[in-house]
């Protein structure tokens, strides 16, 4: 079993419920749910939109490997709602989004997924849930504490 932690967002429809489900079927389809942040209101990153988002972070024990993990969260996203990805740092108001932050200690930088997830220490509606459920996490890549990411 790996231990993977799955940043989600929305920012559009009911919100809390976007997230509920999200999570509700990752438990179905993903593996045991362990811990789950309080979520967070934050503003749009990276473009602009009337819609506020509502993120947060949780964390599950799982026996699928990484691109099973992406494929079946990529499927829970359209099940959801979600009709397209982010292509190109180009982003947009979406249903649901679930993203693979950390799985074990494992770094894996592939053309379909990257793991540690590469902008989540910059972005700290990632960073503050993740360190509200993992406090003492450790960056696989960098070796600095999580929580050390809200300091800077």
């Known amino acids: 079993m790996a231990r993977v932690y799955l940043g989600l967002g929305s920012n559009l429809g009911d919100k809390e419920t976007n997230l509920r489900a999200a999570v509700y079927e990752m438990e179905k389809r993903v593996g045991k749910l362990i811990a789950l ?15 506020s988002f509502l993120n947060g972070v949780c ?19 359209r099940d959801l709602g979600r009709t397209q990805k982010s292509v190109g740092g180009i ?31 910059e972005r700290r509606f990632v960073m503050e849930p993740l360190v509200e459920i993992a406090p003492d996490g450790v960056h696989p890549v960098t070796g600095k504490l999580l929580k050390d990411y809200l300091l800077t």
């Open 37 to 51: 942040s309080a979520f967070y209101i934050t503003e749009p990153c990276g473009f602009v939109s009337d819609h």
């Open 59 to 77: 964390c599950f024990d799982t026996a699928l490997s990484p691109t099973e993990l992406l494929e079946e969260t990529q499927c829970i996203e």
């Open 91 to 121: 982003y947009k108001d979406r249903m649901i989004d679930i993203d693979i932050l950390l799985y074990d200690d494992l770094i894996m930088n592939t053309s379909r997924l990257t793991i540690p997830h590469p902008l989540m220490c």
